[in-house]
């Protein structure tokens, strides 16, 4: 079983930048699993934000949500276990817990219900 924790959130003005790190362990090793990034504002459900191909002919493919597309990068460093997402131009409206979670190969990569290990998520706050 893989834990995740998440990182680098914090306290930020609009139109800074942040990047969110999710570190894995246990478990089989990290790039087999696809990796996604989803984010829950207060009395909002949650959404999926980014995602990122496991090994295979889907490797380091990308996915992205409409609201952050130009604006978010995920990306993984197997060597360390980790997947970033690099959030940049920043807005009030991207307020929220970022969570990492990954997945054995999802069916729909968007959808939260499709990953099987979460971490326990990390604060982002945009100040306008």
């Known amino acids: 079983q893989v834990q995740l924790v998440e990182s680098g959130g914090g306290l930020v003005q609009a139109g800074d930048s942040l990047r969110l790190s999710c570190a894995a362990s246990?478990?089989?090793?990290?790039?087999?699993?696809?990796v996604g990034w989803f984010r829950q504002a207060p009395g909002k459900e949650r959404e999926f934000v980014a995602a990122?191909?496991?090994?295979?002919?889907?490797?380091?493919?990308?996915y992205y949500a409409d609201s952050v597309k130009g604006r978010v990068t995920i990306s993984r460093d197997n060597a360390k276990n980790t997947v970033y997402l690099q959030m940049n131009i920043l807005k009030a409206e991207d307020t929220a817990v970022y969570y990492c979670?990954?997945?054995?190969?999802?069916?729909?990569?968007?959808?939260?219900?499709?990953?099987?290990?979460w971490g326990q998520g990390t604060q982002v706050t945009v100040s306008s």
């Open positions: 979670a990954a997945a054995d190969g999802p069916k729909y990569l968007r959808r939260g219900e499709e990953y099987e290990y």
């Open positions: 246990g478990g089989r090793t990290f790039n087999t699993y696809v």
């Open positions: 990122i191909g496991r090994s295979g002919w889907t490797a380091n493919t990308t």
